[in-house]
C-alpha cells in the first residue's frame, strides 16, 4: 500500500486547512487509517483515526476542531483542520493497515505511512 500525502502549509491562528491521502496500490480490507503528527521535540501524536465502519476517534487536542472522512471513489483519507493553534505546528502524517483490531493498534503497528506533509499556524 502506498499513501501520497497533500495539502498543509502555513495559516494563521484561527485558520482552516485540508490534508489529503491517497491511497495506492493494495486496499487493506477491513482497514484501519489514522492521522498522526510530530512536533520538533516532541513524541508523536495521535489526532484522529477511522476504520472500515465509519468509527471514528480523536485526539484530546483536537477534538471538536478536526474531522477525518474519507472520499472512499477516491481512496483518499481527508483532515480537515479547523480553528488552527500555534500548538497544531508538526509534521503530520497519514498511516493505515488491517482494522482487525483498529482501536487498539499502537501507532507503531501501522504497516503503511505517507511521506508526512508540514503545518505551521503562526499566532
Known amino acids: 500500500v502506498q499513501l501520497v500525502q497533500s495539502g498543509g502549509g502555513s495559516v494563521q491562528a484561527g485558520g482552516s486547512l485540508r490534508l489529503s491521502c491517497a491511497e495506492f496500490?493494495?486496499?487493506?480490507?477491513?482497514?484501519?487509517m489514522g492521522w498522526f503528527r510530530q512536533a520538533p521535540g516532541k513524541e508523536r501524536e495521535e489526532v484522529a483515526r477511522?476504520?472500515?465502519?465509519?468509527?471514528?476517534r480523536y485526539g484530546d487536542s483536537v477534538k471538536g476542531r478536526f474531522t477525518i472522512s474519507q472520499d472512499i471513489a477516491k481512496n483518499t483519507l481527508i483532515l480537515q483542520m479547523n480553528s488552527l493553534k500555534p500548538e497544531d505546528t508538526a509534521m503530520y502524517y497519514c498511516a493505515a493497515d488491517a482494522g482487525l483490531d483498529c482501536q487498539s493498534m499502537p501507532p507503531w503497528d501501522f504497516r503503511s505511512w505517507g511521506q508526512g506533509t508540514q503545518v505551521t499556524v503562526s499566532s
Open positions: 496500490g493494495y486496499t487493506y480490507s477491513p482497514y484501519c
Open positions: 477511522i476504520e472500515s465502519d465509519g468509527s471514528t
